[in-house]
C-alpha cells in the first residue's frame, strides 16, 4: 500500500502532515483567542455573570 500522491514522489506524505499541522496550529490559536479574548467557554449563565461582574 503506497501513501504517496501520484506524481509527487515521497513528498506528498510529507506536505500533507505539515499542512494538516499549521491547519490544527491555526486552529488552536483560534480557540484560544475566543476563549480568552471573548470570553467564550462552556459555563452555565451564573458562572459567565460572576465573570463579566470580576473582569470590569
Known sequence: MELAVPGCGP???LLFSV???LALGVSGYLVGMLAYCFCVRVADEKTRAAGY???A
Do not use: F, I
Open 11 to 13: 513528498w506528498g506524505p
Open 19 to 21: 499542512v494538516s499541522l
Open 53 to 55: 461582574r470580576n473582569s
